[in-house]
């Protein structure tokens, strides 16, 4: 009798110990899968902000190309008014994404890429002097863009592991 009853209390501390082991490997699976979401959205996050803030500046070079252009060929004032309304609105446009890019992305190279993007962008505001002058600007300002999104792969291909 006490054979069959020590019996039962060891298979009953197996059972137990045994649903807490289980248990256990049950939560720190169930820890692992929510770190990796959130380690998946964040990744996705940093490449809507990347891609948001690339899209945005090349909008804004696009809008300084016109108004420049339109400066250098003369055109009437109001047309050159809604061009720079325009190139304005573009610019105002950059604030959100670069913003959300410092936010979630604190890489050094990354936001000194981004600066320099922008920086060179911005540029062409003072390269209307000649058609010339206006060109090798804009060509920094693709080459600013291209070297941004070379520097934002390599960093997003770094924190994909």
């Known amino acids: 009798m006490l054979g069959t009853i020590l019996t039962t209390v ?3 501390l197996g059972t137990l110990a045994g649903t ?5 490997y049950q939560r720190r699976a169930a820890e ?22 690339a899209a945005a500046i090349s909008d804004h070079r696009a809008a300084m190309w016109l108004r420049a252009e339109a400066k250098l060929n003369g055109t009437a004032p109001d047309h050159l ?3 720079r309304s325009r190139s304005h609105q573009t610019r105002s446009s950059v ?5 959300v890019l410092r936010v979630l992305i604190t890489d050094p190279a990354v936001r ?4 320099a993007m922008i920086t060179a962008t911005h540029a062409m505001r003072g390269a209307d002097t000649n058609i010339e ?29």
């Open 10 to 12: 060891i298979a009953v």
């Open 81 to 83: 008014a809604d061009l």
């Open 133 to 161: 002058v206006l060109i090798r600007a804009r060509q920094e300002a693709l080459a600013s863009h291209t070297h941004f999104v070379d520097v934002a792969a390599a960093y997003l291909g770094t924190t994909a592991r």
């Open 32 to 53: 692992h899968t929510e770190r990796a979401a959130l380690g998946e959205a964040l990744r996705r996050d940093r490449l809507t902000a990347v891609t948001e803030l």
């Open 20 to 24: 807490a082991v289980s248990g256990r």
């Open 112 to 115: 000194q890429a981004a600066d």
């Open 95 to 99: 604030t959100r994404p670069l913003v």
